[in-house]
């Protein structure tokens, strides 16, 4: 059997100084804790918004947890929008349609974390940003890659139309239709999706030069980067660590991979549609002397 002969370290305070989040009906950390304090729901019907942005439910829904392609769950958290300023962050705003929804709700929030943690505006110049570290927690990839996927299936969808005995020319249309509903592959698409670009994204943007990277632990994602985030602090590697977890997803698909599963209590279809919590952490001996 293996040894570890490696000391235990000794326990390590952490100091939380700064926070921010993006929630359900709740677009900062005040209105979250006040929608914990008056009991605020939340959760709704998703026929109650536009079936663009969502989807319809007479398309995927059925009550019969057995039915085949459905989901058996058609409520949902749906987060309040954000005026997302591209060139802000120094994105060219053609960019934007390739890059996941949950990338620019990452850079949002991160920017309202930094301002808590007093790291913008006068005096954030003197703070050593080689130090600090951006670690998150996500699951998955961006929601773009849905869209992406399709355009693989557009082979596979012009045989069936020709072997079900349509002109090439009524198949070709039918596909053109379906490829104007979908995002085009280009030089961002790959980035755009990939979970663990927000935290490059922020990291460039905030010329953070510490640790740098996303852990996938499902549904403890968050919770797995606030681990990784206090070990970067007390190894030493960090001085200050950006943490949370990020989520997005506006696809059925997920919904209904995951619904069998949650049982009939609580179907996983009425999770929050976006989860954005963010937080900096320091030593406390740190935090003392700041």
Not at 14 to 29: E, K, N, Q, R, Y
Not at 235 to 247: E, N
Not at 250 to 273: C, K, V
Not at 275 to 285: A, D, K, N, S, T
Request: hydrophobic share 45%.
């Amino acid at each position: 059997m293996l040894q570890n002969h490696t000391p235990t370290p000794p326990p390590l305070d952490i100091a939380i100084v700064g926070m921010a989040s993006h929630f359900p009906d709740a677009a900062d950390l005040y209105d979250f804790w006040s929608n914990i304090v008056n009991g605020h729901d939340a959760i709704r019907d998703v026929d109650t918004v536009d079936p663009v942005e969502y989807w319809k439910p007479e398309d995927f829904y059925d009550p019969d947890p057995r039915a085949a392609d459905k989901v058996y769950g058609r409520k949902a958290g749906f987060v309040p929008p954000i005026d997302f300023d591209p060139v802000g962050f120094k994105l060219p705003p053609l960019m934007l349609q390739s890059i996941s929804t949950a990338q620019l709700f990452a850079l949002h929030v991160a920017k309202q974390a930094m301002a808590d943690a007093g790291l913008l505006g006068a005096g954030a110049e003197k703070i050593d940003r080689d130090r600090i570290g951006v670690i998150l927690g996500g699951s998955g990839n961006g929601n773009t890659a849905f869209s992406l996927a399709v355009r693989q299936q557009i082979p596979f969808l012009r045989n069936i139309l020709l072997n079900s005995g349509l002109s090439a020319e009524v198949a070709e249309d039918a596909v053109e239709r379906l490829q104007g509903l979908s995002l085009e592959w280009n030089e961002d698409s790959f980035p755009g999706f990939l979970g663990n670009v927000a935290c490059g994204r922020i990291a460039s943007y905030f010329d953070l030069g510490g640790t740098s990277y996303m852990v996938d632990a499902a549904c403890a994602s968050s919770l797995a980067a606030i681990k990784a985030a206090i070990g970067e602090l007390t190894d030493g590697s960090c001085d200050a660590v950006l943490t949370g977890g990020v989520m997005r997803y506006l696809d059925y698909a997920f919904e209904e991979g995951f619904l069998p599963l949650a049982g009939s209590g609580f179907p996983l279809a009425e999770i929050s549609r976006t989860v954005v919590p963010r937080g900096f952490m320091e030593r406390l001996y740190d935090a003392k002397l700041a």
